[in-house]
């Protein structure tokens, strides 16, 4: 009596299919590069395989909407191989896959990411940056002393990625990986609505937490050093655009800001449509943000104007310019 109940409750094979199902269909998302979850869903996988061989029931993971919610569980990238690896073996065999060919491919992927020497691609040379700043090492501060400066757009790079050229670079990239890291939907940092709807303060705070690039988004750099700078997408200045300012934001912040040479020389005031961008610098042994403004700055005899960025600093009586930026104003 007591093994026939035991039967009943622990060894009815509709009732050992229906959890291993459920619990497959109720896996959780596995990450990009996250070894460890994969080759759990790895395991879990092969004891169902296995529980096939025993229980009719099992039949229903050869359904293609049970293995379509199987395969949703899996890293994006990992998904689009799966689908030329399914499509090969289809137009080989003339059938269509089963699901031991997809355990079989789970295992093996689990098998690769989880590689002692070239499995984690996504974290070694992040490392090494942050091993190098927690070491001290910061970058130089400039000698000269002033209150305000403007320097020319063009020459902070000889060329210009856009956003989408910024994003080939894998290892250091998680802010174009899904899922999101601010929200963690299935979206890219870049694509991210709900980042965009903070305030741009916290914006600012969120990529200085996460140690990324103000100008490119990617990790290992500050934004003064960097040579790969975004495009906007709304005002087409050098920032992602989730750092843009909407007019709502820089209403109160914005003020003129002018080049002063002589009394020949005059400034153009800045569009009303230009965004205000930030810039890490390194202070008493902290980082911290300030704020550039695009302007238009043009002589009073003259009608050529130059794009320059100008740094606000209010607590400054009067306005300079390089050396340079006079020499083109021929002032």
Not at 114 to 126: K, V
Not at 146 to 161: L, N, Y
Not at 221 to 227: F, I, L, N, V, Y
Request: proline letters at 4%; glycine letters at 4%.
């Amino acid at each position: 009596m007591a093994l026939k109940l035991l039967q009943e409750r622990y060894g009815n094979e509709l009732k050992v299919a229906t959890a291993l199902i459920e619990k497959a269909s109720k896996w959780p998302q596995i990450k990009t590069e996250d070894g460890k979850a994969l080759s759990a869903f790895s395991v879990f996988l092969i004891s169902c395989r296995n529980a096939m061989e025993d229980i009719d029931y099992m039949e229903e993971m050869d359904n293609p909407t049970t293995m379509r919610t199987i395969i949703s569980k899996l890293p994006f990238k990992m998904r689009e191989r799966w689908r030329v690896h399914a499509y090969g073996i289809q137009e080989k065999q003339h059938n269509r896959v089963k699901f031991t060919e997809l355990v079989s491919f789970v295992e093996h992927q689990a098998k690769i990411v989880s590689d002692p020497l070239f499995g984690d691609l996504d974290t070694a040379p992040t490392e090494k940056v942050t091993k190098k700043y927690q070491q001290g090492s910061k970058p130089k501060k400039d000698s000269r002393q002033g209150s305000s400066f403007a320097t020319k757009v063009d020459q902070v790079a000889d060329t210009e990625p856009s956003e989408t050229k910024s994003k080939n670079d894998v290892s250091l990239n998680c802010a174009f990986t899904k899922p999101c890291m601010f929200c963690e939907k299935n979206h890219t940092l870049q694509e991210c609505r709900k980042i965009r709807e903070q305030a741009h303060k916290e914006r600012v705070s969120f990529l200085k937490k996460n140690g990324l690039c103000f100008s490119c988004l990617v990790k290992g750099h500050m934004s003064k050093e960097c040579k790969k700078k975004m495009t906007c997408e709304v005002c087409s200045f050098k920032h992602p655009s989730l750092l843009h300012f909407s007019s709502k934001e820089k209403g109160a912040r914005e003020k003129p800001v002018g080049t002063e040479v002589d009394k020949a020389s005059s400034v153009a005031s800045a569009p009303a449509d230009v965004s205000e961008e930030t810039s890490a610098c390194t202070g008493a042994g902290d980082s911290c943000v300030l704020a550039i403004v695009p302007v238009k700055v043009k002589a009073s005899k003259s009608d050529k104007t130059f794009e320059v960025y100008a740094f606000i600093d209010p607590g400054s009586s009067a306005s300079f310019c390089t050396e340079a930026l006079a020499r083109q104003l021929n002032v």
